[in-house]
Nanobody, 123 residues
Framework: QVQLVESGGDLVQTGGSLRVSCAVS????????MGWFRQPPGKDRRFVAM???????YYAAPVKGRFTISRDNSVNALYLQMNSLEPEDTAIYYC?????????????????WGQGTQVTVSS
């Protein structure tokens, strides 16, 4: 069983920075492709970034150049560093794990999810 717990969500001003974290329990964390998704108010959950088991990274167009995904396999943790935040980044941020090799941006391809952490960017 894999459990994910996000933390670090907060209220920040436009242009600010924030890092959200995801602690992962369970075996073989290093073998899981991991992703960050977000759900803005009243909208569907959508892809933000993912990192593969070899460290390869993919980003959604709206966050490319501003957000950085990383992982620390020694402590079973996933991170999302967010810079130059905009009000449009306001959402609940979820981390997700896949137990199969994937580079997918589709949330349906991730089996395990955290409960989410709220990020609010004020204008």
């Amino acid at each position: 069983q894999v459990q994910l717990v996000e933390s670090g969500g907060d209220l920040v001003q436009t242009g600010g920075s924030l890092r959200v974290s995801c602690a992962v329990s369970g075996r073989d964390f290093s073998s899981y492709p991991m992703g960050w998704f977000r759900q803005p108010p009243g909208k569907d959950r959508r892809f933000v970034a993912m990192i593969g088991t070899g460290g390869e990274r993919y980003y959604a167009a709206p966050v490319k150049g501003r957000f950085t995904i990383s992982r620390d396999n020694s402590v079973n943790a996933l991170y999302l560093q967010m810079n130059s935040l905009e009000p449009e980044d306001t959402a609940i941020y979820y981390c997700a794990a896949s137990v199969r090799p994937t580079e997918s941006t589709n949330p349906m391809d991730y089996e395990y999810w955290g409960q989410g952490t709220q990020v609010t960017v004020s204008s």
